[in-house]
């Protein structure tokens, strides 16, 4: 089976003209289906922009990316649109929408793929699995860093992704949290086969990778 | 929320937005509802001059009308012969016919109060107004006159004697006018009430008028006959180019549609509902773009979520149906009171025609998408790209 992510040979330039700086240089990668995988290297290394562009959220400008056995290179807005579907996005900033509950914010991600009967329900249900189903209809403005961080997790595993990209997940969290919340990723890897792809500092959950990935200079270190 | 939740397909975001911030949702409610006052006053005056216009149209007894050819209004033509009126009685079908001066007087009192008066000269031997029908010998009298009831200003005693059955004599630019009775047919615009007086009367108070040219003739066709082809025979009839006959509703609409497009009154309130329209376009455009500009960080966040672009536009074409709906409401309410209002100071009937409401309702929505269309150019900006 095609692994869940397979790079090769990608490149990529921030700017234009004098200003044109190269940040990925002839990157290849696979990681497999269902495993949690640390993408370590001090800022400024390209771990953000690799995480854009296995996103789909960037543009692919050389080489080739394939995410679930979809090239993203070329492909139109509408087709990265639909890719992104099938994933969850973990920001270091919860990036809750404010005027919508909690339940509501998970529901945005059930949502997106039409009409789900039981949204609701299901959307609680994800709340449940990080620890808030007594928060269910709390505003993000009155719940703590924390908790608007387990609804974020909460909201990027509702929709059943393949993949899940995390950007510092554990960041606003307590050690037992943070820990909580890895484990959790984790766990759901083994359950339904999903792939997690993790940018972190915190050494205290590379116990729990199946994979350390580390970047300098936009290069991949060998491991 | 629930049958907006199942009506919409999805959660309705857009409200839930706008309904988090009240008090900046209370005042683009009432931003909202403010411009719509602005265009339904606009529209009211308008409304309120095409229906004064029709007035004293209502009043006269008369199918057809005969004025010079350079009448734009009931009382601005030149005078025409008298002729003509036996001209039109000699057409089959035309069964009578009367003439009409047509005047205007200040009525000044001694306490410094006016009104302007608008003078209808009648022969009291003819029909010509409804109203006075079954009492228009008493205008045989010198100087005897019937004031419009509905006359602004007018001391409440003079009304008052009247009904008691007590002439009422004045001095009107320095001669004896005693008024005998009223009738109604309701200020305008340009002047504030009527007066009836004889045409004999009529000529010795306005000294540069007399009795062979009155400013129109009133025509009433036999039962059963087509008025528009009776006023086309007239006019085959008239031997010159000094008379037109016109049927009383032609007549009307080419007064309303003068003074509504060619009077400066009209092209005023016609550009009062412009600007009314263009400060709710500036005042929801604002609402909404800062809305969007709000929101840029959750709209990328969907936006990685996989909501393409037209997601996006429904929340703020969302928006855009609530803030005209309940901008409306507030709107149409207070232009209800001011309505009102206008009606008891001025005398002048300001008056809510339905479809006023649906069309005003129906611009609103236009307006605010259109202000919602023009918002979603800063969508753009919200690029997902940026949020790791």
Redesign the interface.
């Known amino acids: 089976m095609e692994p869940a992510i397979m790079v090769r040979g990608l490149d990529h330039h921030f700017g234009a003209g004098e200003a044109r700086r190269q940040v990925l240089f002839g990157l290849d990668l696979d990681i497999a289906r269902g495993a949690l995988v640390v993408l370590m290297g001090a800022s400024g290394s390209g771990k953000?922009t690799l995480?854009?562009l296995l996103?789909g959220?960037?543009s692919v400008q050389a080489g080739s990316v394939r995410v679930l056995g979809r090239e993203m290179a070329g492909a139109s807005a509408?087709a990265l649109?639909?890719?992104?579907?099938r994933?969850g996005?973990i920001?270091?900033?919860h990036?809750?929408?404010?005027?919508?509950t909690a339940v509501?914010n998970v529901?945005?991600?059930l949502?997106?793929h039409?009409?789900v009967p039981q949204a609701e329900a299901a959307a609680a249900r994800a709340l449940s699995l990080v620890g808030l189903e007594d928060r269910l209809h709390y505003?993000p403005a009155r719940l703590s860093g924390g908790q608007k961080q387990r609804v974020a997790v909460a909201r990027a595993l509702a929709?059943s992704p393949e993949i899940i990209f995390a950007?510092e997940p554990t960041a606003a969290l307590d050690a037992e949290n943070g820990l909580a919340v890895v484990a959790l990723l984790k766990r759901l890897g083994a359950a339904r086969g999903t792939t997690t792809l993790m940018v972190t500092h915190d050494n205290r959950v590379l116990d729990l990778a199946d994979r350390i990935v580390t970047m300098r200079d936009g290069r991949l270190m060998p491991a | 929320m629930a049958l907006a939740t199942r009506l919409l397909g999805r959660l309705p975001i857009g409200w839930l937005q706008l309904a988090h911030r009240r008090g900046r949702f209370l005042a683009a409610i009432l931003g909202v509802g403010f411009a719509n006052l602005l265009v339904f006053m606009q529209l009211g005056f308008m409304g309120a001059l095409t229906s004064t216009v029709g007035l004293p149209y209502a009043a006269l007894d008369a199918d057809i009308l005969i004025q010079a050819p350079d009448a734009n209004t009931l009382t601005d033509g030149s005078p025409l012969p008298r002729q003509r009126m036996l001209d039109a009685l000699a057409v089959p079908g035309v069964a009578a016919a009367a003439p009409v001066f047509m005047g205007k007087l200040e009525w000044r009192s001694a306490d410094g109060s006016a009104r302007s008066l608008d003078v209808m000269g009648v022969d009291p031997r003819l029909p010509s107004l409804r109203a006075l029908e079954g009492r228009r010998d008493v205008l045989t009298l010198p100087g005897a006159a019937f004031i419009d009831r509905a006359t602004r200003n007018v001391p409440p005693e003079v009304f008052a004697g009247l009904d008691a059955g007590t002439p009422q004599r004045f001095e009107f630019q320095g001669r004896g006018l005693t008024l005998h009775g009223s009738f109604t047919i309701g200020g305008s615009f340009s002047g504030d009430g009527w007066l009836v007086m004889s045409d004999q009367s009529f000529v010795t108070l306005f000294r540069n008028r007399s009795l062979p040219a009155p400013n129109l003739i009133l025509v009433r066709a036999a039962p059963g006959q087509d008025v528009p082809a009776l006023a086309a025979r007239i006019n085959a009839a008239l031997p010159g180019p000094d008379a037109v006959a016109r049927p009383i509703a032609t007549a009307l609409a080419r007064d309303q549609a003068f003074q509504t497009t060619q009077r400066p009154v009209g092209i005023i309130f016609g550009m009062g509902v412009l600007m009314g329209a263009l400060v709710g376009i500036i005042i929801v455009y604002q609402v909404l773009s800062s809305d969007v500009a709000d929101h840029l960080r959750e709209y990328a966040t969907m936006k990685a979520m996989g909501y393409r672009q037209g997601f996006f536009l429904g929340i703020i074409m969302e928006q855009a149906v609530v803030l005209a709906s309940l901008g409306f409401i507030p709107g149409s309410l207070m232009a209800y009171g001011l309505y009102a209002l206008l009606t008891a100071v001025t005398g002048i009937d300001v008056l809510m025609p339905p479809e006023r409401l649906l069309g005003v309702f129906a611009g609103t929505v236009v307006m605010c998408v259109a202000s919602g269309a023009l918002a979603t150019r800063r969508l753009a900006r919200a690029d997902p790209a940026e949020l790791f």
């Open positions: 953000t995480l854009t996103g959220l960037r509408t649109a639909g890719a992104r579907r994933m996005f920001f270091q900033a990036n809750l929408h404010e005027s919508l509501q529901r945005l991600a949502d997106v039409g009409a505003h929709g950007d």
